[in-house]
């Protein structure tokens, strides 16, 4: 069996498949735009239900990367974790949870750390309409009814008012149609 390499977007790529989708075009004819199949453009799309993800950006409680290379330096010159975090301006445990995560005292270098940070806040959830068969089904034939994704969000939230795990959002839905 003949194996295909893996095919790499790089994100100024990626950017411009997400603006040739929302203008309309088709994935073969985006496929065309970068000479791959249209195969390689559903594998950009369909992972977000076909809906552009918000672009990436740090928490504004998180630590910089400044600040992770001043806990570097720190590090190197023997300060104590307290001592680093009064220079930060941070508390001892924040400081003292992201040494540890990230090798402890002997093994901490900032870029690591930071490279690390942003992987980790990456969260694939899984859909919600995947964990609970039995809204799956109340989803499910409620569209065999000719019931929109709006109208049945709508009923979902008065027929169980206060149980957030019957209740679905409508993009919700459509992106597991779209999948």
Known sequence: MKYRRRI?????????????????????SIGRVFD????????????TGGIRPPDRRRG?????????????????IKLSLRAIA?????APSTICREVRRNGGPARYRATGSD???????????ICKLACHPSLSHAV??????????????GWLKRAFPGEAQK???HDTIYRSLYM
Do not use: H, N
């Open 60 to 76: 504004s409680y998180a630590l910089s990367l400044s600040e992770r290379e001043e806990i570097s330096r720190g590090l190197s």
């Open 167 to 169: 209740q679905v959002s």
């Open 115 to 125: 490279q690390a940070a942003w992987d980790r806040a990456l969260r694939p959830k």
């Open 86 to 90: 009064r220079q930060l301006g941070r």
């Open 36 to 47: 791959r199949p249209s195969s390689s453009v559903f594998s950009v799309i369909s992972p």
């Open 8 to 28: 790499y977007y790089s994100a100024g790529q990626r950017a411009e498949i997400w603006d040739r989708w929302q203008a309309g075009e088709s994935m073969r």
């Open 140 to 153: 499910s034939t409620k569209l065999r009814c000719k019931w929109s994704p709006e109208q049945i969000a």
